[in-house]
Every structure is written in C-alpha cells, then in structure tokens.
C-alpha cells in the first residue's frame, strides 16, 4: 500500500509517500524530508500526486474548500480518502516526538497513522472520521459555507455604514436592519443606495439633525449601501436554496424531529452535513453501549451518543493533574456556536412563555428555569448544560424515529 500524508495549505499542500510505517519516524523524517514534495494546486501538483500511483490519502478536513480541491483528486483517480481530526493530528504529532507544528512533520505524521497499529478505536478499527461526501450532503455544506461567508462580509458592511451614519444620519445609526423577506434586501438600506423609494425613510431623513447642519449623505455611503443590497439578496437565495435541499424526502424522518426542537434552516442544515447518516454513529443500527468500572461500580457508557455529541461539538476533553481536573470543549466550534444561539433564542424563556411549545421545548426550558432560579446557575453555564442535555434527547429521538 502506498500511502500519501497530504498537508494542506492555502495555496499548496506538502506530500509524504509511505508504505509502511518507519522503523524511527524521528530518524525517517530527518533523511527523508528533502523527499517529500511541495504539491501547488494547479497541474503540475495533481501531475506530481498522481507520479505517486497512490492507492490511499490521508488529510485533514482544513478550510472546507481547500481540502476539497483534493479530495476531488483523489475521487477522480479512484483514491481511496481518510479524514484525521485535528486532535487526533496533535495527539499523533506528540507521540510521535515532534514538538513543533511544521507541513512537512504533519504530512508525515498523517501518512504514518495508517500504518500505525495504535491508531484504533475501542472496537479496534482505525480512527479516522467518516466525513461523508455524497453530493447532496455535499451541496448542502458548500451551501451553508457559503451563506456563512456572505453573512460574516455583510455584519462587517454593516458595522462600516452604522459608522459613517453616525455623522451623516445619526437618527438611522443604530437602528435594527433587518432583511425584508418580501424585498429580499433591508428596506432602508435600499432606500439609501436609491433602489427603492419610500416616503416614510423621506419623512424620517427630513427631520434629520444632520440637515440642519448641512451633512448630507454622501456617495460613498450610497454606494455601499448598493453592495450591501447585492449581498444581501445572494444571502436570500442561498436560504432559499438551504431551503430546498433541507426538504428533500431523504431528510423527512430528521426534520420531524427537528420540529419537535424548533431548530429553524441554520441549524438543520448544520446538523444534518454533521450527523447525516445517523448509522455512522451506531453498530448494528443500535447504539453501542459498553460498560466500565467507576466509583467502584460498573456503569453504563453509550460511545454511541459520546461519538454524536462530539460532531456537534458537546465533547469534552479532560486533563488530571494531582487533584486538579481542567475541562475544555472538542469538536465542532462552528456548530457548538449555533447551537448556544438556539438556546439563546428558543430555549430561554421570553415574558410570553414558551417559545418552542412541543413537550421537547417545554421540558429543556423548563430545566433551564430550574437551574437558573432554583440551582442559581449562572446563565452561560445554564445553557450550555441544556446544550449537553438537548444534544443527548436529539440523538435518542433521532435513534427512536429514523428506521
């Protein structure tokens, strides 16, 4: 078997080739790294992959896009692809020696985990993450990706027109802008860049204090607020588009449960390329529960669900020292992130009572006021139990309701 470590960079990737795993890695990798190639992502790179006659590559999932120029290589040839987490790299790079963090020690280290009999699971098989790629899984995170990406470039638009609106129409600064889901785009900000006319923003401007001392909105600001029209309609059409692919039949069973949570396009979108087959998560169709000794007792530990928490970034790694025990968060931070702003909004209870009114809903905040009123925990650590506790009913519903 060959097998090639494939570090991915910006604009290039850095190769190792194994066949086997070396005697010393620290001694292999001293007279070998003038060996190992510098792959640009262009023909000469694919040229200089393919040279290899690789049957396997072995890489992270880094930056979506730029992995994924790989991948599509490698599919292409019918290479066979492995996917290694971040953490598990870290942990590889360590025992293996290596203190720093370099291309050319990760490319080797990632070539060497498959040849590494230690790089298993409890069941015994190798340890590499099943990042499913089929083409609507796929089309369905390029597309939230995407999305992300025009969102993150509007929020900083916006904080540039709230500054320039502080001296040319104070009055708007801090207004809330919202996008119109008739118009596709925020009103006044259309009414700003002159694409939609309306005489309530007229009126509104007309009583400006920054008329009376002869400000006026300049060109700058109406044209960026024309950018800001544009990228807000692309924003609308890539929901739409969420839309669609969230309600292909093939989900039905996930987006009934997904009701019963009140998560809204982002977040089952997001769910769905993270957790989409659910029997990646199980054995047999089942859960696989395993019981071990604690506190003198054996107790029952479901790897299935610990597995499923963790793509949904409610994982935790735990470091001991002495009597000190730190815990810190693992897994996805981008869906960790959405999730909290679930919680945030839906979970957390407004003046006019349940926000998400299924018996889901109602039991997670109910369990929330309780901690916050009656346990007096703290509201960012209240949530985030609720997280762990929502994120462990979802997995056990989506085990009950998918066939």
Known sequence: MKIIGLDVGKNYAVS?????????????????????????????????????????IVLEPTGHWYSHFWYKVATEHNIDVYWM?????????????????????????LAASYFDNRFI???????????????????????????????KLRTSLITQLRQRLSYEFPELAHKTLDISSFRNFTPVIGWLGGIDSDKRYDNFYAESVALSLNIEISDYTRSHARTLVDLEKRITAHYAKLKTLVEYSCFDPYNKVFNR???GIDNRALLLFHIYPLNKFLIDARPWIEYEESKGKMQERDRSLRKFQGFLGMSYKIKQSGDKTKRSFSGSSMVRAHLYAWAVCQIAPSKHGYRVNTKIGRTLTDRYIEMREVQKVKGKDALMRILFKATRMLFYELVNTIP
């Open 121 to 151: 699971d409890a069941r015994g098989n190798q340890r590499f993450i099943n990042y499913y790629n089929d083409n609507l899984i796929g089309l369905l995170r390029e597309t939230f990706l995407e999305k992300e990406q025009l969102a």
């Open 16 to 56: 190792c080739c194994l066949d086997e795993f070396p005697a010393n890695i620290k001694q292999y990798f001293k007279q070998h790294r003038k060996e190992f190639k510098k792959l640009p992502t262009n023909k000469i790179g694919v040229a200089k992959l393919l040279a290899y006659r690789p049957d396997g």
């Open 85 to 109: 987490g971040h953490t598990d790299l870290d942990k590889q790079r360590g025992s293996y020696g290596f203190v720093n963090k370099r291309d050319d020690e990760d490319a080797l280290c």
């Open 261 to 263: 949570f009140g998560f």
